[in-house]
Nanobody, 121 residues
Framework: QLQASGGGLVQAGGSLRLSCAAPERLFSTYHMGWFRQAPGKEREFVATIAWGTGSTYYADSVKGRFTISRDNTKNTVYLQMNSLKPEDTAVYYC????????????????WGQGTLVTVSS
């Protein structure tokens, strides 16, 4: 249902933009979010964006460096990642749910397949 893309290898301090495409019927009514899972660690919340208001919410670890946005004409949510650090290395997943609290907690109706981001030092 959700197709994530845009991962790759980047040097510390660089930027990447991740994309997540969703079916229109889902995108128009679901809140969207990004999570990540680093090697040997649990999956963690990164950011969410509400479907109606467009309000955003970020984990403290990425606040000021990452920006989540959505293009309703393309049914796509983006994660612009700037000033990347080696500790941002992880598989990034997009997710969707009708409830923002559940979304932030990782209890989501839909998950994408993940895209790998590697930040070299």
């Amino acid at each position: 249902q959700l197709q994530a893309s845009g991962g790759g290898l980047v040097q510390a301090g660089g930027s990447l933009r991740l994309s997540c495409a969703a079916p229109e019927r889902l995108f128009s009514t679901y809140h969207m979010g990004w999570f990540r899972q680093a090697p040997g660690k649990e999956r963690e919340f990164v950011a969410t964006i509400a479907w109606g208001t467009g309000s955003t919410y970020y984990a403290d670890s990425v606040k000021g460096r990452f920006t989540i946005s959505r293009d309703n004409t393309k049914n796509t949510v983006y994660l612009q990642m700037n000033s990347l650090k080696p500790e941002d290395t992880a598989v990034y997943y997009c997710a969707a749910d009708r409830n923002t609290r559940l979304l932030r907690s990782g209890v989501c109706d839909y998950w994408g397949q993940g895209t790998l981001v590697t930040v070299s030092s």
